[in-house]
């Protein structure tokens, strides 16, 4: 047992070695150059599977790589000579007590590997079964416009495997389910166009086309059990974000309408308040945080590269793993012949006699001494990208040898290597960095003093505040942002009176953090500020403001908050109608009403929803008429409100 923990704990280091050396590649070439995204899912998913299979290959084929790495062995009791008997073997020591056999160390770090991956593993599963519960009432749409779309698409595409067309009210954006299942909400019917249907299907199509509901199981699997690999996780989300541009091309291609599936984008993203599934999966708009960049993408009509480019990047690919095969470090198991006491063994006599298996000695991986000592090296490399990428892979790599070394190269004189040692020193968040990260908080280069704030928000204590303070007044504003958000971080109360002058920042997202961090710090005395943001131009300031008074208990005017419900700007009207609800305010009930008829769907359900938290006649009122609205969502949330004791 404790040979084949041997075994299979030098398969998982050398798992970790190879995975961080491709997945680390990965990286670095989609982070250098702007790969378009059907290179960039080659890459990670070369990346992702090649780690699993490289190592078994090394030890199959028994090659000696340059820096092979052997487990650390111990000897057992030393035999006696080859011409004297052996030695009773007993089980009790020389004083008459039992040995103990302890497990030993390789067997106890895979036992715990294999529960951890095994409870992780099991915890995606029930993730996936809730999904499947949540859908179970889907039901099955086979004529119809929609499904007369779905086979139109099937045809012009060439797509002939059968595809289930099925629709549910519990989701609010469509999804690929296995590989043979298109599942679309309710709202899909009545909120979008013909060619926004048509570009919704040819989406979800293409991500069956793709498999990319098996990849996204599959990453999230090898994520859960080989944990000890964080990049693993990148690889997944990088997956994601991939199968989605490279799903929105397929879709523009069959359809040629960029422009309909961008509008469709915007309109499903307005149904959904948060990611609702739980798992990652193949679904229209699922990551809120791309449909940004995906619909200007759509919109710029941008082309992808020409196959012979991808077919270049695949043989590099390629390359890169018949390379980390031949030449990157393998762990295997450690072993050591038994020799006879005071005497050499021959030859002859190492073949015949047995194989003992070592305990592990307690010591570092002398792997992992060499790769780090390497890298500190190259920290003073003439070259400002070798010193870069070094910075950041120490960072990656975690090792606190490497905390001194890196806090020296933040007097580099190329800002970029600056910071990269500061990112690096943030992953290692080693407390005697605090200073010196500090010191680069005066740094002529934006970005490195914005990367300094940043690292410092990985501290809860001994950060000082004066230099974060004083970067309020910075000419750029990401810089005046991120200070903001440290001081949050800080809890640095004190500070909130030169927070709140920012108020009239002229960038838009400074007052929004502005107010947002007056509230988050309970700062009484930013009252004021942040009422005066409720006029703010922006409305992101607007409905932050709304928060943040919210948040501090402050006092609103009745009229200033129905003037709001009036605002253009729908989350800002949502918002106020759900104050108006929570401090009962009857003036608020006649605007109230009126929202019930908004544009807005989550308008009117707030609005309905707000109703029901005022205790009046008018109130009550306004609910029974909200029962023969045409939204659903308002008839339910009125029947509720209606039935609740007042």
Known sequence: MSALASSLLAWLLTYLIHSTVLLGVAWLVTQRRRLEPATSDLLWKVALLASLVTGTIQSRLELATPAAVRLPVATLPQTAPLNQPPAPVSDRDATGGSVSRAPSLPLVVVLLWGAIALGSSLYYVARRLILVGRLADRRLVSDGP??????????????????????????????????????????????????????????????????????????????????????NRLARRELETTAEYLSDEWATRKTGSPVALAKCLATVAEWIQASPLGVPVAGLAERRSLLVSRIARLLDARLPSSPASRRGWAAAAALGVVATIAAAPRVSQGVAAVTTSGTTATPTQRAAEPVVVRQPAARGSSQDTTVVLALIARLKDENAGVRGAAARSLGHLGDPRAVLPLINVLADSDGEVRTAAVEALADLADPRAIGSIAGLLKDPVADVKRNALGALSHFDQAVPTAPVVALLDDPDADVRHEAIDLLVHLHARPAAGAIARLIHDPSPDVRRSVVEALGNLGAQSGAAAITDALSDAHPDVRQAALGALNDLKAPIAEATLVNLMKDPAADVRQRAAELAGERSVIAAIPQLRHLIDDPRGDVREAATQALGHIADPAARQALQAALQSPDPKVRRAAAEALGQDR
């Open 146 to 231: 929609l499904a007369a779309t779905l086979a139109e698409l099937q045809r012009t595409t060439g797509y002939r495997r059968r595809v289930h067309l099925t629709m549910a009210r519990t989701i609010s954006s469509p999804v690929a389910l296995g590989l043979s299942e298109i599942c679309v909400p309710e709202l899909a019917l009545s909120e979008l166009g013909a060619e926004q249907q048509r570009s919704m299907l040819a989406h979800e199509l293409a991500h069956l086309a793709r498999r990319d509901s098996l990849w996204l199981a599959g990453a999230s699997l090898i994520e859960r059990c080989f944990f000890f690999q964080p990049l």
